[in-house]
């Protein structure tokens, strides 16, 4: 639907914030075993002691994870900051769901403390992850305790605005992805990145939100027309995200020559992300 009609859906609510876009009851039938058993393996890993509450986030929680072919997505958050003993306990509840399900290809899992999400120096990144990105699975849902959100261009530059110094660990990264395998999961991570990064370059002039990733580049295509080959290649990355390939320069072009110029438009546009203490 087109945007002069205004029945266009931007992912917003009523009073004009961002809609929270996943939902226990999107997640799709051949999906919910394995949910399921993330919730009983985390509820028994880390108990009620550690365990402040964990989410799923991506495409499972929003009905369009593809058989196979999607990865499952979890957020742990815990009473206190994680500790080395709790980045391998997760782990391995992330290889025992791996092993277990072959509905999925790979789990990631992240983790951290209920203070960092809620810090004001996260507000605008690991804040509006968690109130609009994630699903509750387990726990006390911080959404509660955050804002609701818009569209703006401080969004923009707190959850993207730090293309820049990623790049040379994009770079490191695939010097040493000696594999078909490793360059095929870094593929798909910086396609992914590159793209979310081109919506939310646009994303205050369009004023609504996507996890989407084809509808993000068609989005970025809107407000870019006059760089076709640009716009080619964030398509481009948008198929690579959803089909990776292990081709070295296809890497190479995401991380050499898209990633460059999105970083120094996006300084440009939205300036870059607030330095985080101890960044």
Not at 230 to 238: C, F
Request: with cysteine; glycine share 10%.
């Amino acid at each position: 639907m087109s945007a002069e009609t205004g029945t266009e859906d931007r992912g917003l609510a009523a009073d004009g914030t961002i809609r929270r876009e996943g939902a226990a009851g999107l997640v799709q039938t051949g999906f919910a075993p394995v949910v399921e058993a993330a919730r009983v393996r985390l509820a028994d890993t880390f108990g009620p002691a550690r365990l402040h509450s964990a989410y799923l986030y991506g495409s499972i929680p929003r009905g369009t994870a593809i058989p196979g072919r999607s990865d499952l997505d979890l957020l742990v958050v815990l009473h206190d900051e994680p500790t080395d003993a709790d980045r391998v306990a997760a782990d391995g509840v992330g290889a025992a769901l791996d092993a277990a399900f072959g509905v999925i290809d790979g789990v990631g899992l992240l983790l951290s403390s209920a203070r960092a999400v809620l810090s004001e120096a996260e507000r605008d990144d690991f804040g509006f992850f968690v109130a609009c990105l994630c699903t509750p699975l387990l726990g006390e849902d911080l959404a509660a305790h955050l804002p609701r959100y818009r569209p703006t261009s401080l969004l923009a530059r707190e959850t993207n605005g730090d293309l820049t110094p990623t790049l040379p660990h994009w770079r490191a990264l695939a010097a040493g992805a000696a594999t078909d395998e490793a360059r095929l999961r870094l593929s798909r991570r910086v396609a992914r990145r590159l793209v979310r990064s081109a919506f939310t370059l646009v994303m205050p002039r369009w004023g609504g939100w996507t996890s989407d990733l084809h509808r993000s580049a068609e989005l970025f295509a809107r407000f870019y027309p006059d760089h076709p080959e640009r716009v080619a290649q964030v398509r481009a990355a948008a198929d690579t995200a959803r089909t990776p390939s292990p081709d070295p320069a296809g890497l190479a072009g995401l991380i050499e020559d898209l990633g460059p110029w999105l970083a120094a438009e996006y300084t440009r546009v939205h300036g870059t992300k607030a330095p985080r203490p101890g960044g």
